[in-house]
């Protein structure tokens, strides 16, 4: 299966993620900031991102750019339980003009998660 990133400064939020994808066969690499997520990005082979956009140290929408000039085709899922309008505007819109491939407002269902995360992979040979 595929090796994904999740970047996201709540240990909750990264456990539940991770067991979920574990759970479909995937590898997991986990970071608790999008500083902390680009380096891991950089020095591993990742097939699929999944960042929150509110971090601290550094945000999902620096974070996109950052794994975007690493990489232009790695599919960017980008999660954000933050309906507050930022300086970009709405924080998941920006991301997917930004760079990220799709968004999922959290909270969502392992299920919702588990299907995009399907939808952005490539097939399997």
Known sequence: M?????IDDDPVIRALVSSSLEAQGH???????GQAGVKAFDGARIELVVTDI??????????????????????????SGSRTVGRYGDY????????????????FSAESLIEMIDELLPPRK
């Open 2 to 6: 595929a090796s994904i990133l999740i």
């Open 27 to 33: 590898t997991v690499i986990e970071a608790a900031d």
């Open 92 to 107: 998941l819109h920006a991301a997917a003009v930004l760079g990220a491939t799709a968004t999922l407002p959290k909270p």
């Open 54 to 79: 509110v971090m601290p140290v550094q945000e999902g929408i620096e974070t996109i750019g950052a794994i975007r000039r690493l990489s232009p085709t790695v599919p960017i899922l980008a999660i």
